[in-house]
């Protein structure tokens, strides 16, 4: 995707808004955005669509995203932003080939990002899925998913996360303490691709780190 042109076909478009939905459909089934937590984002050139504030995520559909420029202003759809969105829109700039975001809360990164918080990331190493990951050739990689300390002031928790982003280029994702991850990816696709392996990847470190296997 080249992000700072839209999507030249609607039905491309279409398809993305569709698979989003889904994607987030399939991340309520497996239990990583309970109740009405967890949002979701797709971007085409200068428009982003986003989940609305408080949808069950087992039941979204493409009429219940929101339109929004890069600034955070409603275009179109119906209810509110998250206050979660301006979290979103920093990753876009700075991941400027980021064409999708997906923000889960699962048990393990609730785990490890408080486990590991006063380290400042989560290292997963040695691992055979770690070439799930965008430019990661070999199990021998090193993944350090930066940790940011939750709060609910989010314009200190955006200039971090920007701080956060710019100090790790590599990174596939980010996690707030305690709270959840971010990860993205050109499309739609490519972001899921990485969440499942991130998610794997934390259950077998949490296993470890805290069964002793």
Known sequence: MVPDAPLHHHEQLQ?????????????????????????????SGNRVFITASGLDKGKLRPEDLLEIDLDGEVIGGQGRPSAETALH?????ERVSAGAILHVHSVWNTLLSGKFEGDGFVALRGYELLKGLSDVATHEHEERVPIIANTQEYAPLAANLKNVLQQNADAHGVLLSRHGLYTWGEWVA???RHLEALEFLFEVEGRRVFGGF
Request: glycine fraction near 8%; aromatic fraction near 10%.
């Open 89 to 93: 829109l920093v990753i876009y700039r």
């Open 15 to 43: 398809r993305e808004v569709e698979e989003l939905c889904s994607t987030a459909r399939q991340c309520y089934a497996r239990g990583w955005v309970p109740a009405t937590s967890g949002n979701f984002s797709l971007r």
């Open 190 to 192: 490519g972001a899921r």
